[in-house]
């Protein structure tokens, strides 16, 4: 199996061999020549399972590579039910196949109640209960998101490099200031979130995404990094299906 995250920025993957993960890599989305390139340097792959987040014409080079190799491609969609996770959002389908992989790999990791926290061009926060129902989350700009949309709403702050800037109590600079102040909004959804689903039961935090490793450290709470949570429940559903 080839397990392929078309996120809204990067696309991450994984060549899964008897349940086992041989190759992984990861590259922009706008850089897809390369990535096709480098993936049809590996074998041949018998299927081809996807999260596409990343719209139509990212689903059609799917397909298309798919095609080069005679091979199937399976495109997951959010189910009402599914490996032990009961979808109760309104209307299942809606919910993003990352989130509803991202939680099946949760639920198999902890079989507990816990915040699911993926840290990406959006960063999303969803709640797990110790039943393994979803029980519902939230959806906010991601560190980079927040910044950049700063920077292009705002006449004065858009020659400032919204990479530069660090974490203040305080701010006393511009770079600062915009830094923190995405990290505390992040940070201060996560918290809140995880005080909610506290409050009902005993509640585990994972996090994942290419930012998590900058928000982790400053979110006061025991937490447990997991990389790639979308690939993982992409060969679990796989798995389970028979592929």
């Known amino acids: 199996m080839l397990l392929l995250d078309a996120g809204n920025s990067r696309c991450k993957w994984a060549l899964v061999e008897n349940g086992v993960w041989v190759r992984q890599g990861v590259a922009d989305n706008a850089d897809w020549p390369s990535l096709r390139d480098n993936l049809q340097q590996q074998a041949p792959p018998s299927l081809l399972r996807v999260s596409n987040v990343a719209g139509a014409a990212m689903a059609q080079n799917l397909r298309e590579l798919g095609e080069s190799w005679s091979c199937s491609v399976q495109f997951a969609v959010a189910q009402a039910e599914q490996c032990g996770v009961r979808n109760l959002y309104e209307q299942p389908a809606q919910l993003g196949s990352d989130r509803w992989l991202a939680l099946v790999a949760a639920w198999h990791r902890t079989r507990s109640a816990c915040l699911v926290v993926n ?4 960063t999303t926060i969803d709640a797990l209960s110790g039943s393994g129902e979803f029980l519902g989350g ?10 950049y949309s700063l920077m292009g709403s705002t006449a004065q702050l858009a020659q400032r490099n919204p990479r530069e800037g660090e974490l203040r109590e305080f701010p006393r600079n511009t770079q600062d200031a915009i830094f923190s102040g995405a990290m505390r909004a992040t940070i201060g959804a996560v918290r809140q979130q995880y005080a909610l689903l506290a409050g009902l039961q005993e509640t585990r935090c994972i996090v994942s995404g290419g930012a998590a490793a900058a928000i982790q450290p400053h979110l006061g709470m025991v937490c447990e990094r997991v990389d790639n949570l979308v690939l993982h429940g ?7 299906a028979g592929a």
Do not use: V
Not at 119 to 122: K, V
Not at 138 to 147: A, F, T, V
Not at 234 to 240: H, K
């Open 234 to 240: 992409l060969q679990i559903t796989g798995q389970e």
């Open 138 to 147: 939230l959806i906010l700009p991601g560190m980079d998101l927040m910044r």
């Open 119 to 122: 840290c990406g061009t959006a």
